[in-house]
């Protein structure tokens, strides 16, 4: 927009002589200008007023300014605001700037690019056993990570209790960040908590709610898979279940119900020791 000019005439009046008058001109020229810094989505994107005042011939920082971002928000307070965009899109940013009765206004568009995509996921449950590890990886589109205890792989394991966080770039260097809650589970009553712990060695799968199935202690708290196998006395395979979810009833594999007798199990995975033991079936 062409600047605009704007004329003050002053008028010095000699009192001896009312016929001569001295005129006075005061030209005053406002030109609007503004640099961007940061394009991302949901980071700060900073607005730098350049902005000029010029009077016979003098520059003068302006200072009036009202700004508006294209994202039906707006302000006046700021000389140099920071401004979040929530979406990924092109805006038109527009500042006016005024002096007295002077005014210009600029436009620019910006476009802000997507932030990357990221999710913290658990090799397992988020509930580990006091002496166990988890591994947790970050998955998404970005060139580099951190986590907050300084790696820069894209996976950690760890131990102990607390809140795992990573931060994200990618080539645009545009940041993301997650986080995820660990919790640390101690043994009951001392158990040796390498091992997996079965409650019960009776099995009555009559759908009255007790002893209806091979119960494995705190099995949510397990890496998983655990694996079960059952053999019937003669030490045939009777049974087996790469994936246990304490769902295993008294049944063979083709889903036929057992008959009455003792069976032995074997119960793994990878960071437990296993647990073999004998279960009764009393159907």
Known sequence: MKPFIFLFFIVFLVCENPIFAQKSTKEVYVIAGFDVDGFCAGDSTKFTNTSQVIINGQNYPAVNLHWFFGDSTDTRAL????????????????????????????????????????????????TIFNGTTRKLTAEGNFTSCLWTNNSTEKFIVISAKGTYKVTVKDANNCKNSDSIQIFVKNPDNGKDFFSINVLNNILTPNGDGINDVLFVDSIESYLSPIELTVYNRWGDLIYSSSNYKNDWNGVDSSGNALESGTYYFALRNKERRGRTGYIDVLP
């Not at 038109?92 to 206004?105: C, E, F, H, P």
Request: hydrophobic share 40%.
């Open 79 to 126: 000389e140099n605001p920071i401004h979040i965009y929530d979406t990924a899109l092109m805006f038109n940013v527009k500042l006016i700037v005024r002096y007295q009765g002077a005014k210009d206004s600029i436009i620019k568009p910006i476009t802000i690019k997507p932030q990357p995509t990221l999710t913290i996921k658990a090799d397992g449950p988020t």
